[in-house]
Every structure is written in C-alpha cells, then in structure tokens.
C-alpha cells in the first residue's frame, strides 16, 4: 500500500512561515495526484493545497497568496510553504495521494485514497 509520511510541523509565531514535506513510498502506478490537508479541533478537515499534472495547483481561499505546494516526482516529495501564518491556520495537517497519470488538482477529501497520519502545525 501506499504510505505517506508528513513532516515539518511545529510552533510557530503569528507572522512566520513553515514548511512542510511529505514523504511516499509504495507506489504501485506510474504517477500520483497529491494534496494537502487540515483539520482543526472540531471542524472538518478541509483541503488546502492540490497539485496536478505540469505543477498546476489549485488553493483555498485562505491559502491563496500566503501557501505554495510544490513536488518533487523523482523523490515522491511533495511539499507545503507556508507564509504570514496566522493562528486560524493551527490544525493538524494531511498529505493525501490517489492514483493518476493525469491529475487535475482537487481539494475534495472523497477524491483522494490514501492518507497519511498527519503533522501538527500551531501558531501562536
């Protein structure tokens, strides 16, 4: 099965950035879609970054100009930079992954098959 191992996350200052990585192994097909992300104490978890094929990504509003998701194909790493955090941004944060040679990025949690176990990010 697929794994993915998030990594990165700590306490940070209102104002600072942080970056986080997600490590995946157990491939079993040629190419992934990969996202991130988060769930706060008693909310839903909600999407924030997606990546698809050619780099393209798509971004929640309250990620948008502050939060940057990037890949690297070769090392199945896939990566969040966070700027400007606020404390609303404090959650635990995801990397999720589906199958796919052709990705359009999605921020929809059903759209997505694995799950890793997740990072906490708290800003203070």
């Known amino acids: 099965d697929v794994q993915l191992v998030e990594s990165g996350g700590k306490t940070v200052q209102t104002g600072g950035s942080l970056r986080l990585s997600c490590q995946a192994s157990?491939?079993?097909?040629?190419?992934?879609?990969l996202a991130w992300f988060r769930q706060a104490p008693g909310k839903a978890r909600e999407g924030v970054a997606g990546?698809?094929?050619?780099?393209?990504?798509a971004a929640a509003d309250s990620a948008k100009g502050r939060f940057t998701i990037s890949q690297d194909s070769a090392k199945r790493t896939v990566q969040l930079q966070m700027h400007s955090l606020t404390p609303e941004d404090t959650a635990m944060y995801y990397c999720a992954a589906r199958p796919g040679s052709f990705c359009i990025p999605s921020l929809r949690r059903g759209d997505y098959e694995f799950w890793g176990q997740g990072t906490q990010v708290t800003v203070s």
């Open positions: 990546i698809g094929t050619n780099g393209v990504a």
């Open positions: 157990g491939y079993h097909h040629s190419a992934y879609c």
